[in-house]
């Protein structure tokens, strides 16, 4: 009897056995494909540590650059502010003289006993008056276009960086 029971017994650890070990590949295999778990290592938080650090000190030294570029873009106006100005005042100097010296072309045109030499003086300052009014101009706009690219690009920077422009 006490044979019976002991066999009995034993099929039954064997039988919990079976059952419990189906059950635990079961479940591995469920986990391992349904759930896959990372779990972050020491060095993997002291590596993500030291990338937000770097990028810290990455976004500390743009925003540095960003303020420099900005002084610099200050100081560039005002210089070039004064040069437009000046450079606008040569403009109009020199419309008033290309006006003045058309005037004075016609005028001698008209009149027929200038000489044709000196008709044609006019007309060489004439020429040349329009092209110091033109090289004027380009100057001018070269300037204000250099201003407004390097605006641009701080304000790109700016945008880059999450700042708000002040414009």
Known sequence: MKQIKLVIWGSAIVLLGLIGG?????????????????QATKKD??????EQLQQKKRIGEAEQRLTELENDLAEYKSRNDKRVGELEG??????KKVSDLEKRASE????????????KQ????LVQARKELDDAKKERDQLRHEMNRMQTDI???????GIKTTN
């Open 22 to 38: 189906t059950g635990w590949l079961i479940y591995e295999r469920i986990e391992s494909t349904v759930a896959p778990k990372e």
């Open 45 to 50: 938080v002291q590596r993500i540590e030291a």
């Open 90 to 95: 040569r403009v109009s100097s020199g419309e």
């Open 108 to 119: 001698l045109e008209k009149r027929s006993d200038k000489t044709e030499d000196e008709f």
């Open 122 to 125: 006019v007309q060489a300052d």
């Open 155 to 161: 304000d790109e920077i700016k945008k880059a960086l």
